[in-house]
């Protein structure tokens, strides 16, 4: 017997590669070498600490134009792998107060898996090593998301496909915005075997729907020539669409107007309205005859407009008719149409057909998905880039032009966000982000890349010293005029960059003609059409950034056990486990630090019933403590308990591993919705680690 029910339908749409319930963990002290570990792998879960090795600060200089951006000031460059800069930026007090869920830009450029990053490796785990660092990365970037913040992927075509999935999957589907092509080759490569691929592709994801992109300054070059000024109107208009599609759905926006010369009605095209609310409609067909509303009982043809009966049609809709004579309205329409400066409904030459102006828009335009070289330049200008800044050297493959970046960040940030990029390379976002007064964070996982390149490049940037890339921009412009008592502009609606064109050709075709054309008629045309290039200088130096290095583990293995590191036992134990703990170091005596009512202690020796005593006589009334000590005696934890209910005493290290496991098993830091619990936020007794096996089980 056949089910009425609904069925029902199970699972998702995801790709799967191998080992994707794993992390990838760096394991080649500073170079591209991963494994595959259990996210409850205590290497996954600690906190490294962060170590300043330097800052870099420059003043801002006196000749620096007052309407630029300020330059930023709280920058960090972080050598070290990305998995522990992210995770301290996120768990360590200090660091998660100025930049959890305030990051408004990600731009990453993930090593490409051509082979290169991942030599080593066999051909069927390449994909999934790739695959599991962008997924961790993504993962470890979310708490670090403002509201309104945007994640930029760059990625070529080996990895594109299977990118945009494993990003549906983690930032959500709803959240994807664009798939930006950018031209990084103007010319083929003539050696490529099958075809010669031209672009990079950048996905673009939102955090959330409060994010919206800047638009982009309406360049010279920008089809603006259909914009003119027939009527003396101050802002350049075209001819636009006086209705809209929809006329079922709108059926009060269809009437008939009308016309103030012939008489006769108009009314918008079938299955279309007008575009605008009726009084607006009256208010601009009044500025050229007087007008009025009248019910004319025209439901037929208003009916059949809208593709309904007459009866279904409404049937209180007036129309905008004269409210004087045909003769009368056409020497008012006359008058108005040669004053000039028309009303947005516009007649030309008053013929039968409304038009509405169309404005140029002071907002500028709306970005738009394919990126051509000759406006964000391709590789080629970013190895130049490069080149200026480090002669002789060719340390990147495909390093980023500025104006890329600069685009992007435009797009997607404002002078004073933070600018975020874990794969910093050379460090171009960095840089780019400075000039453009955008607080930043970059990290890069080789140290030889950060002391040879990054580091060298942003300390230039900061000091003033680099003049390529976005420091000046260069704009042909109108020259016409140039040395003349009168200033004149460019012909109408022609373009620098039209203009220095058709100069072009015309000195080609004179060439090829030879004498026989009229040289003043040349000269003038040349003279008319002259333009030069102005280069403005946005980047003048200022600001400052600090050099942090990820640093080593607080663990050490030997003999299958998991110990303390000999760092960590010398005075640095009680920093490194408020990391642990996601508890802002403050150290106040015997305390390492407070978060609401309860005091941290940390020891790196033996705790005891005495040295409870004396941490409990320290405590003010209504405070408890957690007492995190390397070794324990038997009576310790009791005298506490008694001391001072729901105060707490743990071993190092053990319990610091157990807790890994346990927040992992709860909801791993890698997993989906990844939370950073507070460090009392999970019941560590028996009864409660007996409770969550029973429910996992």
């Known amino acids: 017997m056949a089910s009425n029910s609904t069925p029902r339908h199970q699972g998702r749409l995801e790709l799967t590669w191998t080992d994707k319930d794993k992390t990838l963990l760096s394991t080649g002290d500073g170079k591209y070498d991963y494994t595959f570990v259990d996210p409850t792998d205590y290497r996954v879960s600690e906190v490294r600490l962060l170590h300043e090795a330097g ?55 993930p090593p490409f898996n051509t082979g290169q990053a991942f030599a080593h490796y066999e051909d069927n785990i390449t994909h999934s090593i790739w695959l599991t660092l962008l997924r961790d990365r993504i993962r470890q970037i979310k708490p670090l998301l403002a509201d309104d913040a945007s994640v930029w992927v760059h990625l070529d075509h080996v990895e594109s496909h299977r990118c945009r999935v494993v990003l549906d999957e983690e930032l959500g589907e709803n959240n994807f915005v664009a798939e930006v092509a950018w031209q990084k080759a103007d010319s083929p490569r003539n050696d490529s075997k099958l075809l010669s691929t031209s672009q990079d592709t950048i996905l673009v994801y939102r955090k959330s729907d409060a994010w919206t992109p800047n638009r982009m300054p309406r360049l010279a070059a920008s089809n603006t020539s259909r914009y003119q000024s027939r009527d003396g109107d101050p802002i350049p208009w075209r001819d636009g669409d ?60 208003r009916a059949r407009l809208c593709g309904t009966s007459p009866e279904k049609v409404r049937a209180d809709v007036p129309a905008i008719m004269l409210s004087v004579s045909v003769e009368e309205a056409a020497k008012h329409a006359r008058d108005r149409y040669e004053a000039g400066h028309w009303p947005d409904i516009v007649m030309l030459g008053l013929r039968e057909r409304i038009q509405r102006k169309k404005h140029l828009e002071d907002n500028g335009r709306v970005p738009e998905t394919l990126w051509l070289g000759v406006e964000v330049g391709g590789s080629l200008r970013g190895k130049n880039e490069i080149k200026a800044l480090f002669p002789d050297e060719h340390p990147f493959a495909t390093p980023k032009p500025e104006r890329l970046l600069a685009r992007i960040i435009h797009i997607a940030s404002n002078p004073g966000d933070i600018v975020l990029d874990c794969f910093a390379g050379s ?24 002391a040879r390149y990054t580091l060298p490049r942003l300390t230039k940037v900061v000091n003033g010293q680099d003049p390529g890339g976005v420091t000046t921009v260069t704009e042909r412009i109108s020259a016409v005029g140039d040395g003349e008592d009168e200033e004149r502009g460019l012909p109408n609606g022609m373009n620098p960059e039209e203009a220095q064109e058709f100069n072009r050709l015309l000195t080609k075709v004179t060439k090829a003609i030879g004498t026989d054309l009229d040289a003043s008629t040349i000269k003038a045309l040349k003279a008319a059409t002259k333009t030069k290039d102005a280069t403005t200088v946005n ?13 080593e583990s607080m663990f050490v293995e030997m003999a299958g056990m998991v110990l303390l590191a000999d760092w960590a036992t010398q005075g640095a134990l009680a920093e490194v486990m408020c990391a642990q703990l996601s508890v802002p170091y403050e150290p106040d005596g015997i305390f390492a630090g407070k978060q609401g009512r309860v ?49 707490r005493l743990e071993l190092i290290p053990d319990k ?39 429910e996992t089980a």
């Open 55 to 109: 800052r870099v600060e420059a003043p801002t200089p006196a000749s620096r134009p007052a309407e630029l951006p300020q330059p930023t000031t709280d920058n960090l460059l972080i050598t070290g792998d990305a998995m522990h800069a992210l995770d301290a930026l996120a768990k360590i007090p200090a660091y998660s107060e100025k930049y959890a869920e305030k990051v408004k830009l990600v731009y990453i450029d």
């Open 656 to 694: 610091v591993l157990d807790n890994y496991r346990r927040k992992s098993a709860r909801k791993s830091p890698f997993g989906a919705g990844r939370s950073v619990p507070s460090p009392r936020d999970a019941d560590d007794s028996a009864e409660a680690a007996a409770g969550i096996e029973r």
């Open 539 to 551: 980047w003048h130096g200022g600001g400052s950034f600090t050099h942090l290095q990820v640093g």
């Open 427 to 450: 460090g171009t976002t960095a840089a780019v982000a400075h000039k453009m007064g955008r607080r930043w964070i970059t990290s890069e996982l080789l140290p030889e890349t950060v």
């Open 599 to 647: 005091r941290y202690v940390v020891i790196d020796g033996m705790v005891g019933a005495g040295t409870v005593a004396s941490i409990v006589d320290r405590l003010s009334e209504g405070e408890m403590v957690e007492v995190w000590a390397t070794q324990i005696q038997d009576d310790a934890a009791q005298a506490l308990k008694e001391a001072r209910s729901g105060s």
């Open 242 to 301: 006086a209705t809209a599609a929809g006329s079922a759905t709108h059926p009060a926006m269809v009437y008939a107007i009308q016309h103030p010369v012939t008489g006769t009605l108009m009314y918008p095209g079938a299955g279309r309205h007008w575009g605008k609310a009726q009084s607006w409609m009256l208010e601009q067909m009044s500025e050229y005859a007087p007008y009025e509303l009248r019910d004319i009982g025209d439901e037929d043809e």
